[in-house]
């Protein structure tokens, strides 16, 4: 069974990716630039780690 995608929550509609977190960068993948769109969200084409804007639709831990 696989696993659910990564949720980064962020306040900018702008994001970049490079597949890092608990593991070196050098060990990620290309950094790649996402615009967050209408729908609320973008997701990494490499990862699948999806970014989500605060407040956006398809935020669903909004305060």
């Known amino acids: 069974m696989s696993q659910p995608p990564e949720i980064i929550r962020t306040d900018k509609t702008r ?5 890092s977190g608990d593991i070196p960068a050098t060990l990620g993948h290309p950094r790649v ?11 990494c084409g490499y990862c699948d780690r999806r970014f989500v804007l605060i407040g956006g639709p398809a935020d669903t831990v909004a305060a």
């Open 15 to 19: 994001v970049c990716c490079d597949g």
């Open 33 to 43: 630039y996402l615009e967050i769109d209408e729908k609320g969200y973008a997701e």
